[in-house]
């Protein structure tokens, strides 16, 4: 069987994984009356401290591609881009135009001619997926997180603290969180407590799905993060789960 670079699946010898079964993560989803659902996996024993010569490469076809397939000025009116939008104004009471969708505010950075930031190899090859099918990343150290077993819920005032911003107090949002920790604000902000940096090894990729998107489509730009994640910084992938 082939992944999307074309390549065999390594052995689980060639991984060098522990033996030993990780934990599986539980996500139970509580708000999707509200249409919200994911995709979820777990992708456990990745090197996220040096960086691979050919992400650059793999970076700057995607960036490639999607200036090819996208215009700036015509963004507003792309399916997957309003159902978010829509999202914003109607369920989460945001103004997208002002607070953007986390995948086009960085698709949008693209189509201006900019490249996509580089963070770390893991982050930037979610923000890769995240430009080329539309859809929110998030990414989170799971040996940070503390638990298995993790709720998206309507928050009740906790304390969130947003990666690169001041801690601040939620109310009326959808939340990724574990007990009365935030890990995310559904679906555009993270939390700094569990974010994923060079000394992590251990990720949950959650792809923040709406009702109206295909499963497919979540499911594909999953695998595509761990399959990247597999070939690039090793590692081995779980199961991808919808929740």
Request: hydrophobic share 40%; net charge positive; charged share 30%.
């Amino acid at each position: 069987m082939r992944n999307f670079w074309g390549l065999r699946w390594p052995s689980i010898a060639a991984l060098k994984i522990n033996p030993i079964a990780d934990p599986p993560m539980d996500i139970k989803n509580l708000v999707s009356d509200a249409g919200v659902k994911i995709a979820y996996q777990t992708v456990w024993g990745i090197d996220n401290a040096i960086r691979p010569r050919e992400l650059d490469d793999l970076i700057k076809s995607v960036e490639n591609e999607v200036r090819n397939k996208y215009k700036i000025d015509e963004l507003k009116n792309n399916k997957i881009i309003r159902i978010y939008r829509d999202f914003y104004w109607k369920v989460i009471g945001i103004d997208p135009t002002k607070q953007r969708p986390a995948q086009e505010a960085l698709l949008r950075r693209v189509l201006r001619g900019e490249p996509l930031p580089r963070i770390n190899p893991a982050v930037d090859i979610g923000n890769i997926a995240s430009i080329k099918w539309l859809l929110p990343v998030g990414l989170y150290d799971i040996d940070k997180i503390g638990s298995n077993s993790l709720e998206l819920r309507w928050s009740r005032g906790e304390l969130f603290r947003p990666i690169g911003g001041k801690p601040v107090q939620v109310s009326g949002q959808i939340i990724l969180a574990a007990g009365d920790t935030v890990l995310h604000v559904y679906p555009y902000r993270d939390s700094e407590l569990t974010k994923v940096d060079e000394n992590t090894k251990n990720i949950l990729i959650i792809v923040a799905g709406l009702k109206e998107i295909y499963d497919d489509m979540l499911i594909e730009c999953s695998r595509f993060i761990s399959e990247s994640y597999e070939k690039l910084l090793g590692g081995k992938a779980g199961d991808i789960k919808i929740g």
